[in-house]
């Protein structure tokens, strides 16, 4: 092969900054709209179990630790998540969701017990919105 091709290429590239980035030295941002692992606001949440139903990799359990009290466990098992964020979706509860996805991608463990994650939570009732008042009855119309 001859040298002069590859000349051009070379020095091209002797000058530029290199592209790829010394990780893990170097940290990139991750994009706006990156999905990461789903975390819940047990505050928010008022059990529905929208999340568990419709997790098409059976990722969340919630169960009932005391009806009486209301009292729920969510465990999330980030080894079976495929980070889709339908559980997001599902999530009625509004303006804000009990369920997000979080920005986090170095979750990484060599025992997939510790990936779980769990929360104990008492049921947040569900905000009512407050009734239109009825338009006051006008004289009759003849």
């Keep these: 092969m001859r040298l002069a091709v590859f000349m051009p290429e070379l020095l091209r590239h002797l000058f530029k900054k290199p592209a790829t980035v010394d990780y893990p030295f170097k940290k990139l941002e991750v994009p706006k709209d990156f999905r990461g692992t789903p975390f819940l606001h047990p505050d928010i949440c008022i059990a529905c179990r929208a999340c568990e139903r419709d997790c098409p990799a059976e990722a969340i359990e919630i169960t009932a630790l005391s009806d009486v009290e209301k009292k729920f466990k969510m465990v999330?098992?980030?080894?079976?998540?495929?980070h889709c964020a339908q559980c997001v979706d599902s999530c009625p509860t509004n303006p804000v969701k009990a369920?997000?996805?979080?920005?986090?991608?170095e979750i990484a463990d060599f025992d997939r017990h510790n990936l779980k994650k769990e929360w104990a939570f008492v049921r947040?009732?569900?905000?009512?919105?407050?009734?239109p008042a009825a338009p006051a009855a006008?004289?009759?119309?003849p």
């Design 138 to 141: 006008g004289p009759a119309q």
């Design 124 to 131: 947040a009732l569900p905000k009512k919105e407050p009734k």
């Design 76 to 82: 999330i098992h980030n080894d079976r998540c495929i």
């Design 99 to 105: 369920m997000e996805m979080d920005h986090l991608f």
